[in-house]
């Protein structure tokens, strides 16, 4: 069984060196190590050249050009692991730290599921042990019309529907049928498009409680436009609505797009009688977001043949 491994990162060289380092020690090896740069300016390559990392014939290293987002990233990263052949791809931003068994655990609950597996996901903790990153309970049923999601429980393996690029390992046969992740994304719902992709186009998914990755990201809360202060970060919550707005109407029932355009149009005004800081410039980039992708202003043409990439 042949598993790659896929990094994406940009101008966080520390934190990449140590998602390397643990990667490199899994208890059960990968066969490659492909590291996606995205047009890092902060000394990366030259860090990873003086560690000696890029001298191992295990590890391949490219940079790109340009800065594609992550969504870009894990778009090349999983495509050279394609091209590879590896049978599984275990994929990971790079502020993400698995724990030394964390592929070995993956492997062992490949051994309990019956049937065909389009991925599985880390347990993901924060660095002080907080849930982090979780992912959506499965909503798949049985013949008798019961939810499966707890029919591994037992051996801590839940059914899940989607999650996020945080230390998940792919089928490498399900790219093939599936395509690769939406680039046009750039950030945030990328991961969420794919593996629901994943879950309901080739097979189910589920969480292995056992295979445990630490994420170090900087503030644990989850993501909210309100506490946002950083006026850099602002415009990417345009992808985030866009991006989360095509997801729900391509992958659940009508009245889920209802209530998503209703809970960020109520965002708006509740923003707009806030104290929030750049709340004008929040608005805008809802009202963007929703207004792209209500009339498709975005590379429709691409997503609506995502699954031939």
């Avoid at 060289?13 to 990667?23: F, G, N, Y």
Wanted: proline share 1%.
């Amino acid at each position: 069984m042949k598993i790659d491994a896929v990094v994406v990162t940009y101008n966080r060289k520390a934190l990449l060196i140590e998602c390397v380092e643990a990667i490199l020690k899994q208890k059960y090896a990968v066969d490659k190590l492909i590291i996606i740069d995205n047009a890092s300016t902060d000394g990366t390559e030259e860090e990873l050249k003086k560690i000696e990392i890029l001298n191992r014939n295990d590890v391949v290293y490219k940079k790109l050009e340009k800065n594609i987002g992550g969504a870009g990233g894990f778009y090349e990263g999983i495509k050279l692991a394609r091209e590879d052949d590896a049978d599984w791809i275990w994929i990971m931003d790079d502020d993400t730290i698995p724990k030394e068994d964390s592929l070995n655990e993956f492997v062992n609950a490949m051994n309990i599921i019956d049937g065909k597996v389009s991925f599985l996901a880390s347990a993901i903790y924060g660095i002080d042990n907080e849930c982090m990153n979780v992912p959506k309970v499965s909503e798949y049923k049985g013949k008798n019309g019961y939810d499966q999601w707890h029919q591994y429980a037992k051996d801590g393996i839940i059914g899940i529907d989607n999650a996020t690029f945080v230390s998940i390992l792919i089928n490498g046969e399900a790219t093939k049928k599936i395509g690769l992740p939406v680039k046009d994304y750039f950030i945030w719902g990328d991961d969420i498009e794919y593996t629901l992709r994943l879950s309901t186009k080739y097979a189910r998914a589920y969480m292995v409680g056992k295979s445990i990755a630490i994420h170090k990201r900087i503030g644990a809360k989850s993501l909210s436009i309100f506490d946002e202060e950083n006026k850099n970060r602002i415009n990417f919550y345009y992808y985030m609505v866009r991006n989360n707005y095509i997801n729900t109407k391509t992958y659940y029932p009508k009245n889920r797009i209802i209530k998503f355009y209703i809970k960020w149009k109520l965002t708006t005004f509740k923003l707009l009688f806030s104290h929030t800081k750049y709340k004008f410039l929040k608005i805008k980039m809802i009202n963007k977001g929703l207004r792209h992708a209500i009339f498709k202003k975005y590379n429709y043409k691409a997503f609506k043949n995502r699954e031939n990439s």
